[in-house]
């Protein structure tokens, strides 16, 4: 799966643009403040219909335009290709295109076009809210499982049921009850889609690591959401009364977490930037792997700013993970110079120049 052709319009500073880029690898290089992050951000747009920089739209806009558009051509992993376009304007509004027609969400868009951020803010993941660590673990579930998505959907609106009854005491019992019943059956059925998953990506993150960095004693764990030894349906009798006063279920699948320790201290409290970041780096290089086997797609994997915090042992040593795994790559740095050499002779790379906005192509992946 790649992108074999996208075009740009209103992003930030960025000029319109059309790029065919190489099927493998593209580095875009240039002066912080050139584009080059912007355009890793269009791709992001194209793929999940929002920003990665910014939960507003509006600074994503252009100055003095009324919306941002980007189409992409993807070329499917069994031969196919697929259209994608979407808009958003400064209302909040927008519209996604699949293959000439309307998309009901943005969700059809991931599923078409999986994607992959590694970005100076990865350790967020290590050291953020555990609402990061499990939209981490939900994307790698969404894109192996396909029953997922619609679990998820129940659990959600299961909750808002729970929780309205909660703060409005608007249910009668036998509603409460079968509300109750229905976040239980939702609840279980993710935790068996989450177990499974962590199960699968355990090894193949540790083999991934272990290609990076020695870390001996690290340890990868699930929680998922409440007492491991309890039914859910007991937990939520118990916290009843407190559920109430604060307004909101406390336990169950919405307060999973991954849990990432160094012999008994949190991860994030003891290893450096830069071994975060290669943590990171092998958590979504493991997710591809998966993706992969589960799929025969390949992820598209956004790297910004990659020789930030690294050396040239682990620069080179990340670059020959992406590069094993045979799917497009998008990396953004100052000195193309550092990312230059290294590469497999058989491998296609592009290279390009951002400046001022504006994308030119230096090396021809053909050449």
Request: aromatic share 6%; glycine share 6%; charged share 25%.
């Amino acid at each position: 799966m790649s992108l074999i052709r996208f075009t740009v319009t209103a992003v930030r500073n960025l000029h319109p643009v059309t790029l065919s880029p190489s099927p493998r690898i593209n580095i875009l290089s240039g002066d912080n403040g050139s584009g080059k992050t912007s355009l890793l951000e269009a791709i992001h747009l194209l793929g999940l219909a929002r920003s990665f920089r910014s939960t507003r739209l509006l600074p994503v806009i252009q100055y003095e335009q009324l919306a941002c558009t980007i189409f992409g051509q993807v070329q499917l992993a069994d031969g196919r290709q697929s259209n994608l376009g979407i808009s958003r304007d400064r209302q909040g509004e927008f519209q996604i295109r699949i293959d000439g027609q309307n998309a009901r969400s943005a969700a059809q868009l991931a599923e078409t076009l999986p994607l992959q951020l590694i970005n100076p803010d990865s350790f967020r993941l290590l050291e953020g809210a555990p609402k990061i660590r499990r939209q981490f673990l939900d994307w790698g579930v969404f894109h192996v499982e396909p029953r997922f998505l619609s679990a998820w959907q129940r659990l959600q609106k299961a909750l808002r049921q729970r929780n309205s009854w909660l703060r409005h005491g608007t249910l009668d019992a036998a509603s409460q009850a079968a509300w109750d019943r229905e976040l239980c059956l939702a609840s279980d059925e993710i935790d068996g889609y989450r177990r499974a998953y962590i199960q699968a990506l355990k090894p193949v993150f540790e083999r991934t690591l272990n290609e990076l960095v020695e870390l001996q004693g690290l340890t990868l764990s699930y929680y998922r959401g409440w007492d491991k030894e309890r039914e859910l349906n007991a937990v939520l009798a118990a916290t009843l009364s407190r559920d109430q006063q604060l307004g909101h279920t406390q336990a169950g699948p919405q307060r999973a977490d991954l849990r990432l320790r160094l012999g008994a201290h949190n991860a994030a409290e003891i290893l450096s930037r830069g071994q975060q970041k290669l943590v990171v780096c092998a958590l979504r290089i493991a997710q591809g792997h998966l993706v992969n086997q589960a799929k025969r797609g390949q992820c598209i994997y956004l790297v910004d700013d990659l020789p930030s915090e690294l050396d040239e042992q682990h620069r080179r040593a990340l670059c020959r993970l992406l590069e094993d795994l045979h799917c497009q790559v998008f990396i953004t740095c100052v000195d193309h110079e550092l990312l230059r050499e290294g590469w497999r002779t058989d491998t296609p790379v592009a290279m390009f120049h951002v400046e001022h906005g504006g994308i030119t192509q230096t090396h021809d992946h053909r050449e």
